[in-house]
């Protein structure tokens, strides 16, 4: 048996790399050529955008392999030729193929999934993106809002051309597809003029999954700035059996941004909750507005106080995903002042409830350091 000596595996090697070089195909909506078509293709879509080149032989947009026309003049960072941003192969990079392929063909796959480089920062260090609930209280059936905003005085976003974020929620409360739907400003920060950029919107509420990309077509960034940039709209269904009060949980799971140039940026996502009241239970009121209880110091390194106004029953704090955190929570002076320590390595985003009675209330807590 011959043994391969280095040079001859060498040639192998080479062999193997020229062949799958030449096989390369197109998947029309995949722009990035990493196996699925998602917002992070959309993205890529953006910065060629306007672009032309050789056309394919064939013109389509079907979730199918295509073969690859010569190459065109221009490449995206790390030498991916831009003709994979004609997706349907007509020659241009233009709306038909955000309509056609990458809306059309979102999240289905081919051959093997290279996982899209997301890039989650850190709170307090990069800019957020943040879910701002418009109440801490709904009703089964209140149609509410959760603001999306990006970046904010404090830390402003430097210079955006794209983003896109996914999203997770609590299904099972959200009986109707068309239930849960996320509008984007118009006209907002990231493209005041409200000409300049597209948006592709998928939600999946069997699953409890959506995914949000927002990009500008016209290879200028915008920024510094930093607000609102969309609301997600939500229905709250009357499925919740045997209890007389839930949560609605929503959690920004993964977050990409970029300027023109594909350079990538962190961002810090956020989590949010909101308390969900059956109509027929005895609610009183709004006995805990948010002026009634304080909570500070926040954002906190060590500990944090709650003050409220009238004497709480309990003080709960939940991580990103909702579950109880393994937190000291001390009551003091009959229950209106509550001391929170938390264990090393508790950086992070919390939610804080506070009860009283029937009522309760959501504040939002910001750990940047860890604990003593
Ligand atoms: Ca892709
Ligand atoms: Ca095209």
């Known amino acids: 048996m011959k043994i391969l000596n280095k040079k001859m595996i060498s ?7 020229w062949q799958t070089q030449y096989a390369q195909k ?6 990035n050529n990493n196996g699925i078509a998602n917002g992070v293709d959309l993205l890529y879509w953006g910065v060629a955008y306007g672009a032309t080149g050789p056309a394919r032989a064939e013109t389509t947009s079907d979730w199918s392999e295509q073969n690859i026309p010569a190459p065109w003049p221009q490449s995206f960072p790390g030498g991916l030729n831009y003709l994979y941003a004609d997706c349907n192969g007509d020659g241009i990079v233009n709306n038909q193929d955000e309509d056609d392929a990458i809306k059309d063909n979102y999240n289905k796959t081919h051959d093997g999934i290279t996982p899209d480089a997301y890039l989650n920062g850190v709170p307090g260090q990069a800019p957020g993106l943040t879910l701002q609930p418009q109440f801490a209280e709904v009703n089964v059936g209140q149609e509410f809002h959760i603001n999306v ?31 849960l739907e996320f509008e984007e400003t118009s006209s907002s920060w990231i493209d005041p003029g409200g000409l300049n950029s597209r948006v592709l919107k998928k939600r ?7 995914e949000v990309a927002i990009t500008r077509i016209d290879h200028q960034n915008a920024g510094p700035g930093g607000g609102k940039i969309g609301a997600f709209s939500i229905v709250i269904e009357d499925i919740i059996v045997g209890l007389s009060r839930d949560t609605f949980h ?3 799971d993964s977050v990409l941004l970029i300027d023109k140039d594909l350079n990538m940026y962190p961002v810090a996502p956020d989590t949010a909750m909101v308390i969900v009241k059956k109509q027929t239970s005895a609610v009183s009121g709004n006995l805990l507005q948010s002026s009634n209880v304080e909570l500070f110091p926040n954002p906190a390194r060590q500990d944090c106080t709650i003050r409220a106004g009238i004497p709480l029953d309990g003080v709960q704090v939940c991580d990103a995903l909702g579950r109880p955190a393994n937190f000291m929570i001390e009551q003091e002076q009959d229950g209106a002042v509550w001391r929170v320590r938390w264990p090393k390595n508790a950086r992070g985003v919390y939610l804080v409830r506070c009860y009283a009675g029937e009522a309760q209330l959501v504040k939002r807590l910001l750990i940047l350091n860890e604990g003593p």
Request: charged residues 20%; contains cysteine; hydrophobic residues 45%.
């Open 26 to 31: 197109v998947w029309p909506g995949d722009v």
């Open 204 to 210: 999946d509420p069997d699953t409890g999954k959506a």
């Open 149 to 179: 905003l990006l970046g904010d005085a404090q830390i402003p976003v430097q210079s955006i051309y794209g983003i896109t974020f996914k999203v997770s929620f609590d299904a099972d409360l959200i009986d109707d597809e068309e239930h």
């Open 250 to 252: 929503m959690q920004i």
């Open 11 to 17: 040639l192998l090697l080479g062999c193997c790399i």
